[in-house]
């Protein structure tokens, strides 16, 4: 099926925007977590209007090449290091003329916690008024599965001959620490929870960042259909904590895991990419006690680390 052109904001009113968002005929993978998102944003975005900002990665892909698109709103594709400077040009722009329009910056965890990071940390500094959304299938996916310093420890990438030794990067941290006013954690397993927070974000002012954990069937080496268990197990075992964290202050633990070790070894055992390092919750979950006890203080909420399920 032919595509229509949506460029030149042909696709900027409710009645133009196809449903969903996100067209068939797109090249994603069948799993893929970006998919799923790009399901729940076509109902958070109601009748607003917006742009998307897209750096290399597998949503720059999905797009297609003009005049097709999959995309049904405007969309400019940018190299990775200058994504957030577009967005912000673009926002800049908009307020200018006078327009209400929504920037959305969309971007894989390579443009986001590696190549695009000077200009998503320079356009956060500069409050800018753009939603920038990190879909987080923690590898380079589009260029065949790479090591990302969102690759968690234990799993074994395509250009790692043994699994990676380091802790993945904490990129909520990180931009809290731009005192930006909303950065958050999104479950794509719990939709109520990813379309909250995509409204949130969409109706805020100023630089909002929020991080999907994306199944990525391909790279993970797990079965499509689980995309969705493997990321509510991540988070009932409390190792994709779901938070979210205000004028980088106030933090706010929105899903209460169980802690489950019985659920992180069943999110390890259902993905090869862990196969090879034997990695186990028990190896895993002094980490993530760590970082639980962090998250407790800094929400003012010191409870046990662990909860009895
Ligand atoms: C400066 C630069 N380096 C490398 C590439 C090649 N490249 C294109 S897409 C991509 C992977 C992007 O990974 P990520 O941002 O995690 O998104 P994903 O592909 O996983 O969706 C790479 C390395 C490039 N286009 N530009």
Redesign the pocket.
């Known amino acids: 099926m032919m595509n229509e052109p949506v460029l030149g904001g042909m696709a900027q009113t409710t009645l133009d925007r196809p449903d969903p968002l996100l067209r068939m005929g797109n090249t994603n993978c069948g799993g893929c977590g ?1 998919s799923s998102l790009m399901q729940m944003m076509r109902h958070a975005v109601a009748d607003q209007r917006v742009h998307l900002v897209v ?6 892909v999905s797009a297609g090449i003009y005049p097709q698109s999959t995309y049904g709103v405007p969309t400019l594709l940018t ?3 200058s994504a957030a400077a577009a967005a912000s040009g673009i926002a800049t722009v908009a307020r200018m003329n006078g327009e209400d329009t929504r920037v959305i910056c969309l ?6 916690y590696d ?1 695009g990071f000077a200009t998503l940390s320079a356009a956060a500094d500069r409050n800018e008024d753009v939603l920038y959304i990190c ?1 987080d ?1 923690e ?5 065949g599965g ?1 090591r ?1 310093s969102a690759t968690p420890a234990g799993a074994v990438t395509s250009n790692l001959s043994s699994a990676k030794p380091e802790e993945k990067k904490d990129i909520l941290a990180i931009m809290a620490a731009h005192r930006v006013p909303y950065v958050a954690s999104v479950s794509l397993a719990h939709a109520e929870d990813t379309v909250r927070k995509l409204r949130r974000a969409l109706d805020l002012k100023g630089f909002r960042f929020l991080h999907v954990l994306s199944p ?1 069937p391909t790279g993970w080496k797990s079965e499509p259909a689980m995309g969705m268990e493997l990321v509510r197990l991540a988070v009932r075992s409390g190792l994709y904590p779901v938070i979210e964290i205000f004028d980088g202050k106030r933090y706010v633990v929105n899903i209460e895991p169980d802690f489950s070790d019985e659920a992180l070894d069943m999110y390890l055992s259902l993905q090869l990419r862990f196969q090879k390092s034997g990695i186990s919750a028990a190896g895993l979950r002094p980490a993530i006690d760590r970082h639980w006890q962090e998250l407790r203080a800094l929400s003012g909420r010191i409870v046990p680390a662990r909860r009895v399920a």
């Open positions: 970006l750096p290399a990665c597998c949503a720059a190299t990775f290091a971007a894989g965890d390579g443009g986001t190549i879909y299938n590898i380079y996916g589009n260029t790479q990302s990525c």
